[in-house]
């Protein structure tokens, strides 16, 4: 495999004055503009929790090919219809959670919430995602293609700082990179615009305008449902800030909240008087006030930690049942299922070898109208295969259970938010303390091999790490469709995410601990 840049970009400082100089601009810039996160709760002196910490990045943006940072932005609006349509597909999505709940109760719970609403009918047309869609360079040969890792249809976040880390790499471009011993021109930098966080806030703002005006006469609100002790919390911040200021038909700002999800049911309401069931919301430091919650963004409940009690399922509930647009429904929530994925690429039926037929992703995209979209989102899958009892996941479980093969895959749950997949040789093993008859609530993806690259990180501790690194670029999209009839309102790409990992670590997630932030230099 060859590099993208050869050797010279970006460069490993060698002398310590110009990497203390550079190290010492950006724990400034990061803080001085919110590129920031909270320190981990067993930071001494800081009971209170008033200190906050740079965002882990990196010191030069990295290489990423330019077709492919192109391909991934253009097939966003592709993606974002066809998650729209999955999500509206309530068939095709209760075979996927009957095939994988027997295994995962999690699963299982959502689609009761979803079964419940039903029954007594949705009130709500309206759905928003604020999804995106991760991928990886794939090296073949001379040829480099865009690989899809994952679709996020929940809590996609790090849209709030990742504008700023391409900020902070564009101010680095004009202010230190030329003076260094060896100069790198900025001319010879293309650093591509990045607006996730106005992308994002525009398809929130989108959502409450056309909630319109509260019938029951009462001001309308934007309500941010978040964990309890997010480190993450700036980044939903500048969102909520850019909700805020966002342009709109008239010049009112509009009202954005924060409320934990585990004070949903003590905290909102929903209105008994009318058979919308509008969603209020009694803010608790001000009680006389209430607002109507248009939409409901959720940065939580994404995982089972979420919800320790029944109690927790409750408050989705009156969430999914409300006339609150909610980002996401219980739903696209659920299309977002790794299991989803692996049957968008898993080819069915009788294609022969060189032009496979995903059938399930044609079921989706049916019409001659479709076809562009169609090979457009085909050519960033990967393989993905069952571990089913099917041919298809017959295969895959001889491959899992196979300690030479193993290697080339990665198994995955169906969950969210990092930490929950098995890499490589520890596949067998995870498998074996499985009984059989769940294997099939896991899915097995063959790893992608992006091209060797190095970057230097700063840790938000202060210490720095140099070495070879993997790039995943995450692409936003805002969507805002009709449930019943299927109309999409608005659906557009809303800007990029870098995240870059040392290339010893599996897991990418910068909230994690793993990953860092990192902003895209065309090449
Ligand atoms: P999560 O929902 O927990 O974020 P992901 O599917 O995004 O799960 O996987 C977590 C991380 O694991 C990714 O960010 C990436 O670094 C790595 N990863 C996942 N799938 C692959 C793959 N097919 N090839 C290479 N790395 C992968
Ligand atoms: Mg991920």
Redesign the pocket.
Known sequence: MTSLTGDSYPPVLEDARELERLVQTIKDWTIAHGLAVRPPPTNPGDEEGVLATGAPVTLFPSPFPRSCFEEAKAVQTQYNELYARISRDEEFLGQLVKQVAGGDDFIDNLWKVHLRVKEEGYVQSLTLGLFRS?Y?VHQDGDKLQI?Q??F?TIASSFGGLSSRTSLLHKHLAKTEYPFLSNPIPPSSLDLPENRSTEGLAAGLAAAYHAYGKSALGHPTCVLFLVQDGERNVFDQRHLEYAVQQAPGPNADLIPVFRLPFSQILTHTTLATSSPRRELLYHPPHNPSLTFEVAVAYLRAGYGPGDYPTPAAWDARYQLERSNAITCPSVLTQLAGM?KVQQVLATPEGSGDDDDPIPSALRRFLPSPADAAALAAIRKTF?NIYPLDGSPAGLLARAIATDPARCVRY?M?PQ???????VYKSAIPARLAAIPPEHWGSYIL????TPPPAVNTILRGNGKVEQGGV?C?LGVYGTCLWNRETGEVVRNEEAGYLL?T?GDQS????VAAGY?CMDSVRLV
């Open positions: 991760d990886m690989k890792v994952e996020n790794k990967t990665v995955k969950r969210e938010g990092g930490g929950n997949n993806m063959e790893l992608i993997i995943e995240r990992k599996e897991e990418g997630g990953g």
